[in-house]
C-alpha cells in the first residue's frame, strides 16, 4: 500500500504539468471508472524510489480566476477527502490570489497533510510569490517548477518521511488492527512520522558532564567519561527511550567511546562539530556551576537561537554548589542580562553525576519541544493584534501611521510569523520587540526563537 497525493489549486498553476511529469508515461487515466474519480485523473506517479498514486484535478480552465464555482469546489473537496496528501500549488510569479486563498481555506478545514508548492518557480522573477505563500499559513512553500523539473529532490524530501509512514502503519495494521485515537485539538502539530525520536542535542564547554549526563540517561556505562578536558569529537548521535520517549540525543564532543564502538562511530561522523545544534530540535546547553556562562556557552547557546532550535539550559554539578539558592539568584540574573535574545528558557539545575533534577530536565526538554511547534489560530491572532495596537499604536513617521493590518503564523518550528503592513521599512525595532514579547507572554512561548516578519502590501 502507499499513499495518494492530490494536486490542487486553481487553473492554470500547472497542475496538469506536474501530473504529467510524475505519472510520465505510466499515465492510466481511469475516467471511465463509475463514480467517485470522473472528473479527476489518477495516475501510478513515481518519484525517485517512491511510488504513489497521484490525483489531479485539473481540466476545468472555465474556471476564472475571480471565483470559485460550485462544481471546482466539490471536486477539490473530493480530491482532497480521497487523498493522504495535498499538494497544494500555486503561480509564484502571478503569487497568492483570492481564489489562492480559498483553496487555502478548504485545505486547512479538511486536509491531514498539505505541502505548498510554488510553482513556475524558476528564475528570480517567483521570490516574491514564494515569500507570499509562506503566509498563507499551510508550511514551508516548496520552490518547484513543474515545466523545468526544478524542486522534485525537495519533494522527495518531504514525500519520504510519508511514504515511510504508510509503509509502518501498513505493517502495524497488518495484524490485530487497533484504531488510533484522534486528537481532538485541530490545531495540534501532526507529525509525518509517528514515533519519530525527539532530536536532542547537549553543548557545551568541555568538562561540563555532557558525556556523564548522556551516559545517566541512556542508563549505561556506553561513553567513558574523565576528567581531562578537551578531546573535541564530531557529532554523533544515540538513540534511547527516557522516561518513555524516545529521543536521539547528538553530543558535540567530549565523547570518550570504547574502542570497539569508536571505528563505527567515527565514520558516522561529521567534520563540523556544531552540526549537532543543526540536527537537533531541542538544544540543552550545559553549563558548569562552577564556570557558567563563559563566552563559548554563550557563542553555542546563541547559535541555537539563530539556528531556530528551542533551548533549554542546565547548570550541571549541582551537587557540588554549597549556596545553592544565592547562587540560583545570580545564575537566572546573569542569564537573562547575557542572552537576552532567549528570554524565558527554561533554567534546569541538575547534577549528571547523582541523577537529581534529571526528571525535570526532561519535562522542560518536552515543554520546550512543545512550544516549539506550537501553532496559533489566525482568528487569535489578529485579536491578539487588535489589543496590542489599541495598548500601543505603532509610530507615525512623518505624520503617517505605519499600519498592520493582519496576521498569521507561517511556520513552527521555530513559530514564525508575518504581519501584513504599510511601510515595514519604517517600523521601528522597538515596536518589533514588542509584538515578539507579547507573543512570548500570551501565547506562552518561552524559549523558543520566534521569527517575526514584516510584510508590505499595495
Ligand atoms: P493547470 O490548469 O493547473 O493544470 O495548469 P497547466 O499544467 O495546464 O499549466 C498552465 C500553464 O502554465 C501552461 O502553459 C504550462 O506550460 C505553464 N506552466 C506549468 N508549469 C510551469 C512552470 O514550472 N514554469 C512556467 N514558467 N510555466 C509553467
Ligand atoms: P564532557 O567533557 O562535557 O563530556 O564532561 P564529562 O562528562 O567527561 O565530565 C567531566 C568531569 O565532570 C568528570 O570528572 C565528571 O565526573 C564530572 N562531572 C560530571 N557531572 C558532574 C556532576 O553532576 N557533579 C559533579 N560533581 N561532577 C560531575
Known amino acids: 500500500m502507499s499513499f495518494t497525493l492530490a494536486i490542487v489549486g486553481r487553473p492554470n498553476v500547472g497542475k496538469s504539468t506536474l501530473f504529467n511529469r510524475l505519472v510520465g508515461k505510466r499515465l492510466a487515466l481511469v475516467d471511465d471508472q463509475p ?92 521570490d516574491a510569490g514564494v515569500l507570499e505563500a509562506y503566509a498563507l499559513g499551510l508550511g514551508e512553500p516548496l520552490r518547484l517548477s513543474a515545466e523545468h523539473g526544478e524542486g522534485m529532490p525537495e519533494l522527495y524530501a518531504v514525500l519520504q518521511p510519508i511514504a515511510d509512514e504508510f509503509d509502518k502503519r501498513a505493517e502495524a495494521d497488518a495484524p490485530e488492527t ?45 561513553l567513558l567519561t574523565g576528567p581531562e578536558a578537551g578531546i573535541t569529537r564530531d557529532a554523533i548521535s544515540v538513540q534511547t527511550e527516557w522516561d518513555g520517549v524516545p529521543m536521539r540525543i547528538f553530543d558535540t564532543a567530549g565523547m570518550r567511546k570504547k574502542a570497539k564502538v569508536q571505528e563505527k562511530l567515527e565514520k558516522l561522523s561529521v567534520s563540523d562539530g556544531l552540526r549537532a545544534v543543526k540536527f537537533a530540535e531541542v538544544v540543552v546547553v550545559l553549563l558548569d556551576a562552577a564556570i557558567p556562562f563563559e563566552s563559548q556557552d554563550l557563542r553555542i547557546a546563541d547559535l541555537a537561537e539563530r539556528e531556530g532550535r ?73 485579536r491578539w493584534l487588535a489589543g496590542m495596537l489599541e495598548q500601543h499604536p505603532p509610530p507615525a513617521p512623518q505624520g503617517k501611521r505605519i499600519k498592520l493590518r493582519y496576521m498569521t503564523q507561517a511556520k513552527t518550528r521555530p513559530p514564525g510569523f508575518v504581519v501584513m503592513c504599510s511601510h515595514p521599512d519604517k517600523l521601528p525595532d522597538s515596536y518589533r520587540r514588542y509584538l515578539v514579547n507579547g507573543l512570548r507572554e500570551d501565547f506562552d512561548m518561552p524559549g523558543t526563537p520566534i521569527r517575526l516578519t514584516m510584510r508590505g502590501q499595495g
Open 35 to 126: 463514480g467517485v474519480t470522473r472528473d479527476l485523473r489518477e495516475g501510478a506517479a513515481r518519484l525517485g524510489d517512491l511510488k504513489f498514486t497521484v490525483i489531479d484535478t485539473a481540466g476545468l480552465e472555465e474556471a476564472t480566476d475571480e471565483s470559485l464555482p460550485g462544481r471546482m469546489r466539490k471536486l477539490t473537496e473530493r480530491a482532497v477527502d480521497m487523498a493522504d496528501v495535498c499538494l497544494f500549488l500555486i503561480d509564484a510569479r502571478t503569487g497568492v490570489t483570492p481564489t489562492d486563498e480559498v483553496f487555502a481555506e478548504i485545505l486547512r478545514k479538511r486536509a491531514d497533510h498539505v505541502i505548498v508548492g510554488a510553482n513556475k518557480a524558476e528564475g528570480n522573477a517567483a
Open 310 to 382: 528551542a533551548v533549554v539550559v542546565a547548570v550541571n554539578k549541582w551537587d557540588a554548589e554549597e549556596h545553592k539558592q544565592d547562587k540560583l539568584r545570580e545564575l537566572k540574573e546573569a542569564f537573562d542580562r547575557l542572552l537576552p535574545q532567549l528570554r524565558g528558557a527554561p533554567l534546569v539545575t541538575v547534577s549528571a553525576k547523582t541523577g537529581r533534577g534529571l526528571d525535570r530536565l526532561h519535562a522542560a526538554i518536552l515543554k520546550a519541544h512543545d512550544v516549539w511547534n506550537r501553532r496559533v489560530t489566525t482568528a487569535q491572532l489578529n
Open 178 to 222: 487497533e484504531v488510533d485515537v484522534e486528537d481532538d485539538d485541530p490545531d495540534a502539530p501532526r507529525p509525518i512520522t509517528a514515533a519519530k525520536p525527539l532530536q536532542i542535542a547537549v553543548v557545551g564547554r568541555p568538562n561540563a558532564g555532557k558525556s556523564t549526563l548522556i551516559n545517566r540517561i541512556i542508563g549505561e556505562d556506553r
